[in-house]
């Protein structure tokens, strides 16, 4: 009896794992269902001689601490059973309780398998709660890790994404500009010519389509060379592209020849933005 008493006051000395959240309601809770277990352990173990309290009778305290387990950790129910078996211990050598109708023998068998019953009920339960627990905390960490890679890598993915569709939109602004004066270049009028011309006729809007080379350009770079060549072409671009509307498409067709497309231009208005785009040209130094 003596070692079935001790045995809970030792794990519950080394037992660490006393539960942290201590707020109001679990205090209360705690204070509550320890009371009223240790009062009815008191009642059922201080009563005389009863037929209708039977030696089976404390086995509901194994029910109980297991509640008490679990709701309030291991050291806590150990703490519990502790006062349950030195109640029952106490009337029970006082000749009380359900353990009392036989001779001494006999009722220190049935005390001793009752406290056995109870401490190893409470001990496995408690244990296995904190297994539990441990993993479920396991989990949970790996949980959060996982999450925190799986944002890693949505977001890399998301950079891969936009620097993906940035490289396209650069490989498509190269693919319709020109790459020296930066117009646009020969494939792009040709696919919005497609789309143009069968629109202008389908709305019956004028559209309108200047073409101009610079003269004399093969001297320029015979005298001069190539590079400014390649300059007097930027400066012709820069100077006219100013010139032009949003909805203008500029192109250098090759060479030093160009091609304007107005949308929505007469012929006249066209005629007359071609004497301006000649005279700007011929002011060029």
């Not at 809007?205 to 930027?234: A, C, E, M, R, W």
Request: hydrophobic fraction near 50%.
């Amino acid at each position: 009896l003596g070692t079935l008493l001790i045995t809970p006051l030792i794990v519950a000395w080394l037992d660490t794992s006393l539960k942290v959240s201590f707020s109001r309601h679990y205090l209360a809770e705690t204070l509550i269902t320890d009371i009223l277990v240790l009062s009815l352990a008191f009642a059922i173990f201080s009563q005389p001689f009863n037929p209708s309290i039977l030696p089976t009778t404390p086995m509901i305290f194994i029910l109980l601490s297991l509640w008490i387990a679990y709701r309030q950790g291991l050291r806590l129910s150990m703490l519990l059973g502790f006062g349950i078996g030195l109640i029952g211990v106490y009337f029970t050598v006082a000749q009380k309780g359900p353990f009392s109708v036989f001779d001494a023998v006999e009722n220190t068998l049935y005390l001793q398998e009752f406290l056995a019953a109870l401490m190893t009920s409470i001990l496995f339960f408690g244990v296995l709660l904190r297994q539990i627990n441990h993993k479920n905390k396991e989990l949970l960490s790996a949980n959060s890790a996982l999450q925190v890679l799986t944002e890693e890598l949505e977001q890399r993915v998301d950079e891969k994404t936009q620097a993906l569709q940035e490289a396209n939109a650069k490989l498509q602004e190269l693919a319709v500009k020109d790459a020296l004066t930066g117009i646009y270049n020969r494939y792009h009028l040709q696919q919005f010519l497609n789309q143009k011309i069968p629109e202008a006729l389908r709305h019956n809007y004028p559209l309108s389509i200047i073409l101009f080379d610079i003269d004399f350009f093969k001297k320029i770079n015979d005298t001069y060379g190539h590079q400014i060549g390649d300059i007097v072409l930027v400066g012709i671009a820069e100077v006219v592209s100013a010139r032009l509307r949003k909805e203008d498409v500029f192109v250098r067709f090759g060479g030093e020849e160009f091609v304007v497309v107005l949308p929505h231009i007469s012929i006249e208005a066209a005629i007359a933005l071609a004497y301006e785009i000649k005279s700007l040209v011929a002011s060029l130094k």
